[in-house]
């Protein structure tokens, strides 16, 4: 299974992006996608997942990032407002699931880069 994200890019603080992730492959049911995120010289941490049809948020990104619930088939989108300087990372989107010959899969976007600044 691939996955491949955009929407990522340049912003100024306060502003708002939507990064998407789409997975590619003969999938027969997903566990749950999210979002990561890794600014430079840090870990990469967990953003927000979605997962049986709930969401959860972490708390430094809660009321300014948000996964729509109704999203298109094999399709994340990460919505993200009120940006701030330190929201500046690659930000990674991640599938786990079944395939369809019952195999598991977790995969992992190529990352894209969100640049909040003036």
């Known amino acids: 299974v691939q996955l491949v994200g955009s929407g990522g890019g340049l912003v100024q603080p306060g502003g708002s992006l939507t990064p998407a992730c789409t997975a590619f492959?003969?999938?027969?049911?997903?566990?749950?996608m999210g979002w990561y995120r890794q600014a430079t010289g840090k870990k990469r941490e967990l953003v927000a997942i979605?997962?049986?049809?709930?969401?959860n948020n972490e708390a430094f990104v809660k009321g300014r990032f948000a996964i729509p619930r109704v999203n298109p088939m094999n399709t994340v989108y990460l919505q993200m407002h009120s940006l701030a300087p330190e929201d500046t990372a690659v930000y990674y989107c991640?599938?786990?699931?079944?395939?369809?010959?019952?195999?598991?899969?977790?995969?992992w976007g190529q990352g894209t880069q969100v640049t909040v600044s003036l």
């Open positions: 492959g003969t999938i027969s049911k997903f566990i749950g």
């Open positions: 979605t997962r049986g049809g709930s969401t």
């Open positions: 991640n599938a786990r699931g079944y395939e369809s010959n019952r195999e598991t899969f977790d995969s």
